[in-house]
């Protein structure tokens, strides 16, 4: 079964990078910021992820691939 696609909420994106405070807003309610903070803390949040100045940044395409890996379809 072919894994689900999630670009679509890239190419909405107004940047090339989603803040991690921003990142309840781009996944549509799927993940919260603390959740993400969760798991960067544990190594399995989206790579690449910077810091610019007190925010922490991930590439958009990082973040679908993310999402990607770990989205199946269910029944």
């Known amino acids: 079964m072919p894994k689900p ?3 679509n909420m890239g190419k909405r994106w107004p940047s090339a990078y989603v803040a991690r405070t921003e990142f309840n807003r781009f996944t549509g309610g799927l993940y919260s910021a603390k959740y993400l903070a969760n798991c960067d803390s544990k190594q399995i949040g989206p790579q690449g992820r910077i ?3 007190r925010k922490i940044l991930y590439p958009v395409e990082s973040v679908i691939r993310w999402l990607e890996d770990r989205a199946q379809y269910v029944g």
């Open 5 to 7: 696609d999630f670009s």
């Open 51 to 53: 810091r610019a100045g």
